[in-house]
Every structure is written in C-alpha cells, then in structure tokens.
C-alpha cells in the first residue's frame, strides 16, 4: 500500500521514532563543556558521555535486527523507547542527586545506547515493509531528514533547557520516549508479523546475501558510518571551539551548531524525495556528496576563521545529506522482507560505531593541531569516495552474483535488490 492510502498519520509516527533516537546524542553535545567544570572531568571523559551510548547501541542493533525480523518490528521500536526514558532517568537523577555522578550519569548513558538500538533503523525496515518503489525511497530521505531534524533543533533545545540546569536534558527525554511509543503503538498499523526464520537459518540466509553482495554492501556500510563519524566528531570539535577559543555560549552556540545540520537536512529531504529507484542518479548523487565532504574537510584544514570554517562545514553537511539517502535506499532495498531488520540493523551498527568514535578520535587529533584533524578527515573521506566510485555500482551485474541469484532461485529464495532486477515488487 502507497503513502497516500497510509495517511499522514503513520509516517509522522515513524518519522518521530529517529528524531527521539538522535536527541540523545545531540542535545548533550553543546552542554559537554560544561560537564567538565561541574564535574571535574577531563575532554576524554565528556566525549565517553557520546561514545558509551553510541558503542552500546552499536552493539545491540544486530540482536534487536534479527528480532524484529522474527517478532515484528513495533514489539521491538515501543520497549527500546520505554527502556531508553529509563535510562535517560538513571542519568538525570544521578546528576542531579549524586555529589561523584559520573559513573553513573555513564551507566545510565549506556542503557540509553540498549534502548536507542531499537528504534531509528528498526523504522528503515518498518519504511521497507510498508512502501515500496519511489515511495520507499521518499519515505527514507524523509526518515532521514527526521534525524537531520533532530539534529539541528536538539544543540538549540538542549541549550535552552541547560538555562534550567546542565542536566535538564535527562529528564526531557523520558517524556518524548514515553509519549512516542504510545504514538507508535496505536498509530502505526503493522498488519502482521514478519515470517522470521529460526537463528540457524536466519544466519545463513544472511551469509548468502554477503556472499552474493558483499563486494558492494561492505563499503557502503563502511561510507555510512564514515559519515556519521566526520559529522558527530565535527560537532564535538565546533561545540569545543565556539566555547573556549570564542566565548559562545548558551542559546547563541546551539543555533551555530545547527548551522551545519541544516544543510544536511535540507539536502537529505530533497534527494530522498527525488532519486526514487533510479540507479544512475543515486550513483551519481551519492559520488557528488562524497567529493563536496572530502573537498570541504580539505579546505577547512587551511582556515581557522569561524565563519569560514561554518560555511566549509555546512558545504560538507551538504555532501553528507546527499550520500545517506542514497545509500539508505540502497540497503533497506538489498534483501527480503524476512532478512531485511538484520541488514539495516548492521547499517546502524557500524553507523552507532561511527558516532562512537568520532567525538574521542577528534578530540585527540585536536590536541596535535586542527591542520592534522582535518587532513586526517580528508584522508579517510578519500578512502570512501574511492570504495563509493569502484564498489558500489547499482544496477552493474557481476559473474559472482549471478551465480548467487541462480543458487537463491532453486532455494526459493530470491533477493530483491536495486542491483538486480526485481522479479516482484514489494507489497
């Protein structure tokens, strides 16, 4: 059934379920300097606030996947967010209560990170399972938007709210988690549970799907969590420059934060609504973004200039905001319904893993100097524009896959994919 015959209704219930995934993140990062004075802890010790949520959820993505394959996939979105406001509970009342907070304040950010792992790309398989052609890929650059969304208003909320106190956001999120599931749960009509395999079988229907398209979906996993980790670390290191080397602060620095994200956004929506299932434009759209992001980290390495530096920032957004959609498409498209939770639940693994390590890795390439940060950004932006250009080629068929497709057919087993053509198309 097309969006049309959905209603509004149903796509903004899943289009709420990454905007809450990314305030957890998001709304922290213009308040980590601050956390270091009012704790006493070091720029490492902030950034694990970021990373300890993000590896968590790194984690678990694959296990709540194959869950969602087999259980449905609102059993699994609506408990994640309950257990993500639990979380955020955990770490706003140690905050808050606790005279040596960090430890816990860190417990609580992890099961954060376990609830987080069901939601933003458990909806990617709901948008799979729902839509289907020009629909699916419009409904995923609007998912995508949603978190780009989220993005540029969680620094500007998140400021606003540490006019309250530093930890107010912990106790913001409970409520959105709380008030979206219920939203989900009675607005989202998921007709019946997906036909989900046995573990066994399960793992090794998705070896074949490795085996037969791994040469491309590796790198494109690779691309995605390239992405978030230049975007998050680019964020971590803005949020740190506008405060101790500018003096920006409060409502002021959230707003120059989402400067950036904006372009993303903006970028994110329009491609998704406009690529489709036309191979040769995601292609294309996908290899221009990746030249702008690796193109503008390799000016920002020459300028030190703010504004400077926010327009470069914001022209690497741009380029972000043109890969994702393409290679989100790409993946929920790659496999069949009954695997499909698993794929894009590996995507937002390495993705999860991308933020993980962003915030911690540019931290310390910060202390060396911001000409080292930068080129060594641009250096691993030109390894995946390299991968993108030679790996990842929709709708070129290999020997190998061939092979693949004809062993899956006597299995009953084909794979609908953008790289093949599709023998039915999805209901």
Known sequence: MEATKKGVSVMIAIALIPLVMVLGNSMLVPVLPTMESQLGISQFQSSLIITVFSFAAGVIIPLVGYLSDRYGRKMIIVPSLIVYGLGSIVSGLAAWLMENSYTMIIVGRVIQGIGAAGTAYIAMALVGDLYSGGQESKALGALESTNGLGKILSPIIGALVAIIAWYAAFFVFPVICFAVAVYVWFGVPEKKKPKGKPLGPYLQALKQVFASQGKWLIPAFFVGATGLFI?????????????????????????????????????????????????????????????????????????????????????????????????????????????????????????????????????WLMKISHQVLFFSVTGLSLVTLVLAYFFIKPGVKGKGNTEQKGKARDQGQITETLFRKREKAPT
């Open 231 to 363: 975007l998050f670390g680019v964020l971590f290191y803005l949020s740190d420059v506008l405060e101790e080397t500018h003096q920006i602060d409060g409502i002021l620095k959230g707003t120059i934060l989402a400067i950036p994200l904006s372009g993303m956004v903006i970028t994110a929506y329009i491609t998704g609504a406009q690529i489709k299932q036309n191979k040769p434009l995601i292609r294309k759209l996908m290899l221009i973004g990746l030249v702008l992001l690796t193109g503008s980290m390799a000016a920002v390495a020459f300028f030190e200039q703010l504004y400077v530096m926010i327009g470069l920032l914001t022209l690497g957004s741009v380029g972000t905001g043109l890969a994702l959609p393409c290679l989100n498409t790409l993946i929920t498209a790659a496999v069949d319904k009954s695997e499909r939770g698993m794929i894009t639940s590996l995507y937002g693994s390495v993705r999860f893993l991308g933020v993980a390590f962003g915030p911690p890795i540019f931290g």
